[in-house]
């Protein structure tokens, strides 16, 4: 993640993350639709693992993870479509989800397992910063990237503790609540972005609301990223049935990821970096 970070500075550019929850809409289908969004334009790839118990997801991603449950997706199973990706597509793969999942796989044989299949980073939404110092040693042992949340809640300790816990970005949350797509970016992002900037040099990418090329030029005016996750999911299942599905969600890409060209944000330069 470090050298596609640096690439982006480079071109003057900034990311864009994309997130699909594994086996939605069809296991099958999963790694077809990610090597697409890869081809288009995403950046990095945030493939979640779908758990019956989510926290802060909204209804979409809720409805999303059931689907692959239902449809008999588990945590090996995620991995092997990492695998398929892998084998296809350099594109940068972090693993989002719930700690339950990986508490009960095992940590230690997670990131194992995780990093024999090409992954790259994880995002444990539930396991704050201040119990992860473990987790933390184990994905360096395993050169993974750990990638913690922060949001308009977060405390000044907590930023400084995730600027230092993190590695490959940091995902800040643009707006407290559940995932899901909104109509604007909220007024107090910059300064919070700002906030998190002056406690560490790895790059801020934003989540949460973000469906239309205007939010991805709002957010990455100020942000290294900006992350769609709801909008997306709503589109693979609304054309689940197309078998033109993964082009479909590629031009959808395409046309956010164009949103991000010549977009440095103020007072950005140097920032990111580290891993």
């Not at 069809?26 to 334009?41: F, K, M, W």
Request: proline residues 8%; contains cysteine; aromatic residues 4%.
């Amino acid at each position: 993640m470090d050298a596609r970070f640096a690439a982006l500075r480079e071109r003057n550019e900034k990311a864009l993350v994309a997130f699909v929850t594994a086996g939605d809409p069809q296991p099958e289908c999963t790694a077809d639709v990610v090597v697409a969004l890869a081809g288009a334009g995403a950046d990095v790839i945030e493939l979640g693992i779908p758990f019956s118990d989510p926290l802060a997801d909204g209804p979409t991603i809720q409805a999303s993870s059931q689907r692959a449950l239902d449809a008999g997706m588990t945590p090996p199973r995620v991995l092997d479509i990492a695998r398929l990706v892998r084998a296809r597509s350099d594109v940068p793969l972090v693993l989002m989800g719930a700690w339950n999942p990986v508490l009960q796989y095992g940590p230690e044989r997670f990131v194992l397992d995780a990093a024999g299949a090409g992954v790259d980073g994880t995002i444990m939404t539930d396991l704050t910063p201040e119990e992860a110092g473990e987790w933390k040693r184990v994905c360096d042992r395993g050169d993974l990237d750990t990638i913690f949340l922060l949001a308009p809640t977060s405390t000044i300790a907590r930023m400084a503790l995730v600027g230092k816990l993190s590695s490959g970005f940091i995902y800040c949350v643009s707006r407290t609540g559940i995932t899901g797509v909104r109509a604007d970016v909220p007024p107090d992002l910059p300064p919070l972005i700002e906030q998190i900037r002056q406690r560490t040099d790895r790059p801020v990418c934003v989540g949460f609301g973000i469906a239309r090329p205007e939010h991805v030029a709002a957010v990455t005016r100020y942000a290294d990223g900006a992350v769609v996750g709801s909008a997306l999911v709503d589109l693979l299942h609304r054309e689940r049935d197309n078998p033109r599905l993964p082009d479909i969600a590629g031009d959808y890409i395409a046309s956010l990821k164009a949103a991000t060209k010549d977009s440095a944000a103020p007072g950005a330069a140097g920032a990111g970096g580290g891993g």
